[in-house]
């Protein structure tokens, strides 16, 4: 079977600065992975790198066994990869409705058609199911800047999800997010990995959090991958307690 | 939006159309020539507001699209093209110029966008000026004709007039849809958060050219009628004080808002008529009175409706929470 993202001795340097040091990895159909590792070590520039939005200095990326290497990131979204970042990107002037309906608008039609088509795109019932589903109901017509910091991560999640897509990658989902709230985030996670066969990978410093929502677990340093495998391997792995784990 | 406040707004906008339809009838000549400038310079700033206000992309290119416009309709029409033949090009010709002025915004933002438009703006005015086997020159082009619209002639003010405003009422249906369809919240999307709007499959390139594309043919449109109105061009009216005050009309008016440029262009075009009496301080009085209105509310003079609204909405969203709360608090 082909993994659904293969990423092949990636390289980013800026600079004299080695980011993201050859790093390889892949991820299986319905796999939730954990990347974990202390601030400055790569995390964000691999998936920057990963998405388009930094081309890498070298290496392979592959979705569906299909070469996307420095593939701008709208292109890369419609082919089914989303994501969300670690500070919040929602649109503040636009409802929450409106949040997700542009979050799927693209995904069919041409850009022509879309122009001469219903201005919702045929997509209120679904932005409706994703608002119900991420129980957010009540604030449908209310301008997201409005929200809460927890409600606006709920939507920023919520939004990645929008086009269907096949991977997912997560910045950071439950940075400041109350633990209430967190649970309802997992839980979403997990019934939307298990539902649709969405595979994600997850960036992440609440170590509850990945222990218990991820599969396995990959822990950077240096830019470098330091360790992967299953969540009680990496609990016990001494190279990452002495790295970021703490003894 | 309740049912109640939407009727009460459908029922203002006919007083409104039927008023400036109704109105102008007993106007003079000049008070037809200020009202039909006005419909004018509203299309010529509904341009501006799309690329602007609502793909905010900065431009101080609108007056040269103006320019085009007026110079295209000119010289066709004084050649014995129809208006509408004169229009067709202007619009393929305006598109075109403004597809590839949104290129730099694919490069550069905020400022230093600023500052490409007006260079753009600059030479246009440069070419109006010197061009002189195209433009004649400073001379200008005189004995522009007034079209027949379905065999009307609108050679008189009042049926130029209707012209203009019918005009103004097409643009204005053809911009309600594009902003309420997928591309005006695309749009949006650019001005808000590019990067964001890019990982959501939003093809920013594509979307930031059509908007100074389409706001290009906008401004093209109003010079089409601009030429007819004036029935004389030159190039002293399309420099760069036009995109300025262009700009000034949005930003007054409320830029990202749908009846921001009506307002402001009735500002830029009828209030140094109003402040007449005022002799040489009108200038004076009208700077203090913008200078004060963006002290007061930046987002212009709907933003202020726009607070006045959502305060009200946040108000009452409180009183129902606190209804609520108080009825949970006697139940225990």
Redesign the interface.
């Known amino acids: 079977m082909t993994a659904v993202l293969d990423v092949r001795d990636v390289k980013k340097s800026f600079g004299g600065i080695t980011a993201v040091d050859g790093v390889s990895f892949d991820v299986q159909e319905g796999e939730i992975l954990g990347l974990i590792g202390p601030n400055g070590c790569g995390k964000s520039t691999l998936f920057n790198c990963i998405l388009g939005q930094l081309v890498p200095s070298a290496g392979e990326v592959r979705v569906d066994g299909k070469l996307v290497t420095g593939q701008r990131p709208a292109d890369l979204n419609r082919l089914g990869v989303s994501r969300t970042f670690q500070l919040l990107q929602v649109f503040p002037k636009l409802s929450v409705r409106d949040n997700l309906i542009l979050a799927g608008q693209e995904h069919r039609g041409s850009m022509l058609s879309r122009l001469f088509g219903p201005s919702d795109a045929g997509l209120t019932t679904t932005a409706d199911q994703m608002i119900g589903f991420f129980k957010l109901e009540h604030l449908a017509n209310e301008p997201a800047g409005g929200l809460s910091y927890g409600q606006q991560k709920l939507l920023d999640a919520a939004m990645a999800f929008m086009g269907g897509p096949r991977l997912v990658l997560l910045d950071e989902p439950a940075g400041g997010v109350n633990p209430t709230m967190l649970g309802d985030l997992k839980e979403r996670l997990i019934a939307i990995n298990r539902e649709r066969r969405a595979t994600f990978v997850v960036i992440e410093h609440n170590m509850e959090f990945v222990m218990s929502l991820c599969s396995r677990v990959m822990v950077m340093a240096e830019g470098k991958v330091l360790a992967i495998g299953k969540p009680d391997e990496i609990r016990a792995n001494p190279a990452v307690i002495e790295a970021y784990l703490g003894h | 939006m309740s049912k109640h406040s939407r009727l009460l707004l459908a029922a203002l906008a006919v007083v409104v159309i039927a008023g400036l339809i109704i109105i102008p009838m007993n106007f003079n000549r000049y008070g037809l020539y200020i009202l039909s400038q006005w419909a004018v310079m509203t299309i010529a700033a509904m341009g501006l507001n799309l690329t602007l206000g609502y793909a905010g992309q900065v431009s101080l290119a609108q007056g040269a699209f103006v320019g085009i416009g007026a110079y295209g309709a000119a010289i066709l029409t004084t050649h014995g093209w129809p208006l509408i033949a004169a229009l067709g090009l202007v619009i393929v010709i305006c598109f075109i110029v403004g597809w590839l002025l949104g290129y730099p915004a694919l490069r550069v933002q905020h400022h230093y966008l600023a500052f490409v438009t007006l260079a753009f703006s600059t030479l246009m005015f440069l070419v109006f000026r010197n061009e002189s086997w195209l433009t004649n020159g400073i001379y200008g082009i005189s004995n522009i004709p007034r079209p027949e619209i379905f065999g009307f002639p609108t050679r008189r003010p009042l049926p130029f007039y209707y012209l203009c405003l019918g005009s103004l009422g097409l643009v204005t249906l053809a911009m309600w849809w594009?902003i309420?369809?997928?591309?005006g919240?695309?749009f949006?999307?650019l001005r808000?958060?590019p990067?964001?709007?890019?990982?959501?499959?939003?093809?920013?390139r594509?979307y930031t050219l059509m908007a100074f594309a389409i706001g290009s043919v906008l401004g093209g449109i109003a010079g089409v009628l601009y030429a007819p109105l004036t029935q004389y061009v030159d190039p002293v009216p399309f420099n760069l004080q036009l995109s300025l005050d262009l700009l000034m009309m949005v930003i007054v008016g409320g830029s990202g808002f749908m009846l921001g440029p009506f307002l402001g262009a009735m500002i830029a075009v009828l209030l140094p008529e109003w402040l007449r009496f005022a002799e040489g301080y009108y200038l004076m009085l009208y700077a203090a009175a913008v200078i004060l209105l963006l002290i007061y509310s930046p987002s212009g003079i709907l933003g202020i409706l726009d607070r006045y609204l959502s305060e009200r909405r946040t108000k009452a969203a409180s009183a129902l929470r606190a209804a609520a709360q108080s009825k949970l608090e006697a139940a225990q």
């Open positions: 594009l309420r369809s997928p591309w919240r695309a949006m999307a808000e958060n990067i964001r709007a890019q990982s959501l499959g939003i093809d920013t594509r």
